[in-house]
């Protein structure tokens, strides 16, 4: 078994200045995706689901800052050339955030930029 090669005293230097950044941890389910950010939830939609729905044209954001949701409630409805679609939210809590750039344009909404399609933070309200 060939030994394995110890980093030089540079190596470990410069890794303690620059150290690799872990890839965020994100969950999916219908067409949803979460990842958690402290006690705050990013949610927004699926590479898999957008691709599915082709081409979008319009984007309606069906919450604002403050409300409150209930597990299942639809969060953001898609159009494309292909079929009209509601995404719902996977828990309760109260929405802090809404990314109005993507409802303004929903033309940027891509597949290959994933985490840049976030739709809203919510922070889940434990009783």
Same mark, same amino acid.
């Given at each position: 078994?060939?030994? *394995?090669?110890?980093? %030089? @005293?540079?190596?470990?230097?410069? %890794?303690?200045?620059?150290?690799?950044? /872990?890839?965020?941890? @994100?969950?999916? +389910?219908?067409?949803?995706?979460?990842? *958690?950010?402290?006690? $705050?939830?990013?949610?927004?939609?699926? %590479?898999? /689901?957008? *691709?599915?729905?082709?081409?979008? %044209?319009? /984007?309606?954001?069906? $919450?604002?800052?403050?409300?409150? +949701?209930? *597990?299942?409630?639809?969060?953001?409805?898609?159009?494309?050339?292909? /079929?009209?679609?509601?995404?719902?939210?996977?828990?309760?809590?109260?929405? @802090?955030? @809404?990314?109005?750039?993507?409802?303004?344009?929903?033309?940027?909404?891509?597949?290959?930029?994933?985490?840049?399609?976030?739709?809203?933070? #919510?922070? #889940?309200?434990?009783?």
């Amino acid at each position: 078994m060939p030994e *394995q090669q110890r980093p %030089s @005293v540079w190596e470990l230097f410069k %890794s303690f200045f620059h150290p690799k950044k /872990a890839e965020p941890k @994100v969950t999916t +389910l219908n067409g949803v995706w979460w990842e *958690q950010r402290h006690t $705050i939830y990013r949610l927004g939609i699926t %590479s898999e /689901a957008i *691709q599915q729905l082709g081409k979008i %044209s319009f /984007a309606d954001l069906l $919450i604002e800052p403050d409300q409150v +949701l209930d *597990q299942d409630q639809d969060i953001i409805e898609v159009e494309s050339d292909k /079929a009209v679609q509601n995404f719902k939210t996977p828990f309760e809590g109260t929405v @802090v955030d @809404v990314n109005h750039f993507l409802i303004e344009n929903p033309e940027a909404i891509t597949t290959n930029r994933q985490l840049e399609n976030w739709v809203l933070d #919510i922070r #889940i309200d434990f009783d």
